[in-house]
């Protein structure tokens, strides 16, 4: 039901006004003025949207828009304004309804979950639906912006800001606009700091960008958060450049940890030629592109989903900028307590991580880290993930215990009409970096899970998981394969690889460097590696089911491990299993295993062979057995 707030006098309307005006340019005051549009001319104070934002002066405002209008064709023109909110009424709200500027106690509208009055654009190339410029900070609350359309080498269909300041958006939605880039929203932080928070019951829906950022487009010193429910970044597409979902160009940084919209992952069922859902790139700057996921709600753990590249990246695609004689800038992923799943892309279905090159050859690659916090090799005093400031500062949480989390899962390299390819899951060119721990890899179909290019002796790719579980893939070649030569570098340790079917007669091809450690392979009818690893210490701790490609060293045992139940995905070891209590402490020995269990916990009823740790992604509780796994078995996919 809709409250009606009697209007204060007009005389004493304009006297409030006139001291509210002066002790703006002083002090702001709490309470912000509140302007009318509608159709009534006795009780509104506008007629149309423009005429109250070119009103507004330093006070903080609210222009409340109410449904006595259709606001069509709308190219409204926002600069300098220092605190302006936007503001939709439902159905039934006159301008009378709507509460004068000092009206107590403020009324605002109910807490809808959907929008309450649509904006629209021209259709005719009129322009953005808000063109926002210079020192600015606004709030967007229950509005649907909709119908814009540039030029193709213009940004911002639904949304333009271009300065510095904020831009808030709640319970709206984006949608359906078109422009050469940013279609839905483009921030441009270029001239000064600028931030996107895109909050509860926001959507940016079904926006196309002639060329990159179908939904969302940041560059400059711009920010975006997106990390409360009920946020989605859906079906909008850029078919012919970057970014379906999201465009971050560096030195923009993202942190995106809303657990999405009704079951859907925050950014969903994207599509663009590179980055289906999130692309981050660097044109030029010395500072690095950023993009964090993480998880804000336990149960909802943050999931980036069913987006798709009909060239490279389905879920994310990554290309830093490399000049000579500078330090160039990175593209960097920090993903912690996350679901990559159902993404597709012919190649890289999940992740692509590209290089580039200066004059002189020498290679800056994208840089990948999964629960972790790495160094770049080419900046060993940076800590790019938390630069800013932890995750956990922003809302960051562990997923709960029974939500499948830290997986990328169901990720396919296939073209749009949904044929296989040659593709991997995860692609890592020259210098590209993976940095992994507590990651579980399952049902993805692909020639490989992972692929380094290794062409060029500077700067390897380089990639080191720990605690991951490699199970129930389907790969028409080696699970992990470095090719066009042998400059990669990949170490595994304290893995699982099992239950997968490989079309090779391997499971990893490392003609680079291949590091086992503290290991599980069980693929039966399959060697461990082509070529064989040579030296003795780039294999220990290692069971598998043949050991003829491994080192001949006593902690390197052949055999079958006994899985609780690996039929139905379950690759935890049961307590006769070899394996248990196998291995030394050493330099590579994760802190918790892919459980978030303590690694190195020594089974009083099982003897050592080197040392009281397990072998592969999981480590024994004491509180388990063979016939009581509920503590200690996890989630199980299947």
Not at 137 to 151: D, M, P, W
Not at 389 to 397: Q, S
Not at 591 to 597: E, G, I, S, T
Request: include cysteine.
């Amino acid at each position: 039901m809709n409250r009606r707030v009697p209007l204060a006098p007009t005389a004493l309307i304009l006297a409030l006004a006139g001291k509210a005006f002066a002790a703006c340019s002083i002090n702001p005051i709490v309470l912000p003025l509140h302007y009318r549009v509608g159709a009534d001319p006795q009780a509104c104070q506008y007629g149309d949207i423009q005429s109250a934002i070119d009103a507004v002066g330093e006070c903080p405002t609210i222009i409340d828009i109410t449904r006595e209008h259709l606001y069509t064709h709308q190219h409204l023109g926002i600069a300098d304004k220092a605190n302006l909110t936007l503001q939709g009424w439902g159905d039934g709200v006159t301008c009378a309804d709507v509460p004068g500027p000092f009206t107590f106690p403020p009324y605002a509208p109910p807490e809808a979950t959907a929008p309450l009055v649509t904006i629209t654009g021209s259709s005719d190339g009129g322009g953005s639906v808000l063109y926002v410029t210079g020192t600015t900070h606004l709030s967007v609350r229950n509005l649907t912006l909709s119908g814009g359309l540039t030029c193709t080498g213009c940004s911002g269909g639904g949304i333009y800001f271009s300065g510095q300041g904020s831009l808030a958006l709640t319970r709206s939605t984006v949608s359906f606009n078109e422009s050469g880039y940013g279609a839905g929203i483009e921030v441009d932080g270029s001239s000064g700091p600028a931030t996107l928070t895109l909050g509860s019951d926001t959507l940016v829906l079904s926006n196309t960008a002639d060329t990159s950022g179908g939904g969302l487009r940041i560059e400059g010193d711009a920010r975006l958060y997106a990390l409360e429910r009920n946020t989605l970044v859906a079906y909008n597409h850029a078919p012919n450049g970057y970014g379906g979902g999201l465009e971050v160009l560096g030195p923009a940084r993202a942190d995106i940890g809303s657990s999405g919209y009704n079951g859907l992952g925050v950014i969903y069922g994207n599509d663009a030629a590179y980055g289906g859902g999130v692309d981050i790139l660097n044109f030029g700057d010395s500072a690095e592109a950023i993009v964090r996921v993480f998880t804000t709600d336990p149960a909802q753990p943050v999931q980036i989903a069913q987006n798709f590249a009909s060239h490279t990246g389905g879920a994310f695609y990554l290309r830093p900028y490399e000049a000579l004689g500078s330090a160039g800038g990175g593209a960097i992923l920090c993903a912690y307590d996350f679901r990559i799943e159902g993404n597709a892309a012919q190649e890289g279905a999940a992740i692509y991580a590209d290089a580039d090159y200066d004059g002189l050859g020498n290679p800056l690659g994208g840089a990948v880290a999964l629960n972790a916090n790495p160094a770049p090799y080419n900046d060993p005093a940076g800590r790019p993930c938390v630069k800013t400031e932890p995750p956990t500062a922003l809302g960051a949480v562990a997923c709960a215990a029974d939500s499948p989390c830290n997986t990328l899962a169901a990720n396919k390299a296939e073209d749009a009409g949904g044929n296989p390819t040659g593709g991997s899951i995860v692609l890592m060119q020259n210098a590209a970096q993976l940095v992994g721990d507590r990651v579980n890899i399952r049902h993805n179909t692909g020639a490989h899970l992972l692929r380094q290019i290794g062409d060029i002796d500077i700067g390897p790719p380089r990639a080191t998981l720990t605690n991951c579980l490699l199970a129930g893939n389907t790969v028409s070649g080696e699970v992990i394969a470095q090719t066009d030569g042998e400059d990669s570098v990949v170490t595994l340790a304290s893995c699982t690889i099992a239950g997968n079917s490989i079309g090779a007669p391997y499971a990893f091809l490392a003609p680079g460097a291949l590091g086992l450690y503290d290991s599980i392979i069980d693929q039966p009818g399959r060697a461990t590696a082509d070529p064989a690893i040579s030296s003795p210490g780039s294999a220990q701790n290692v069971l598998s089911n043949d050991r003829s490609t491994l080192p001949d060293r006593p902690d390197i045992r052949e055999g079958e491990p006994s899985f609780v139940d690996a039929v139905h995905g379950d690759y935890h070891l049961t307590h006769a299993s070899l394996g248990v209590d196998f291995a030394p402490p050493n330099t590579y020995t994760p802190h918790a295993d892919l459980d978030r269990k303590p690694r190195v916990v020594d089974l009083v009823n099982v003897p050592d062979q080197y040392g009281p740790m397990d072998l592969g992604a999981y480590e024994i509780q004491p509180a388990c057995s063979s016939a009581d796994t509920v503590f200690c078995d996890g989630f199980d996919l299947d």
